[in-house]
């Protein structure tokens, strides 16, 4: 059974590029929402072993869906990615249980290291 990987982002534009990302080095079990509270939703229904998620969208933001998920699972691995210049909140979710963040621009060696590093 291999490794079940949710995106969460409010632009598609980066779950594709993510996506795409992973499923060339093999990843092909992906499952994505386009929002924090879609997120946690999903994240019941769908029990993923790792959540990359943005931590600026509408409804629900990364933060807030990070703290739902980790209540939901405290075992929950998450990964949040951040644009240059959110430190403050990178910190935050790091303090709240998130396992690691990816900085965008995206590169795909880092996603990919960090993917490795926490699911294999």
């Known amino acids: 059974m291999s490794k079940k990987i949710m995106l969460v982002d409010d632009a598609a534009f980066m779950r ?3 996506k795409n990302c992973l499923t060339k080095a093999g990843y092909d079990n992906i499952v994505e929402a386009s929002d924090g509270q879609i997120a946690c939703e999903t994240y019941k229904q ?14 629900m933001d990364g933060i807030q869906a990070l703290q739902a998920i980790k209540s939901l699972d405290p075992n929950a691995n998450v ?3 951040s644009a240059m210049g959110q430190e403050a909140m990178v910190l935050e979710a790091i303090t709240l249980g998130a396992r690691d ?6 590169k795909p060696d880092r996603i990919l290291q960090t993917v490795a590093k926490i699911i294999g």
């Open 16 to 18: 594709m590029t993510i």
């Open 46 to 59: 769908e029990k993923p072993d790792l959540v990359i998620m943005d931590i600026t969208m509408p409804n």
């Open 79 to 81: 990964v949040m990615c």
């Open 101 to 106: 963040f990816i900085v965008k621009p995206f």
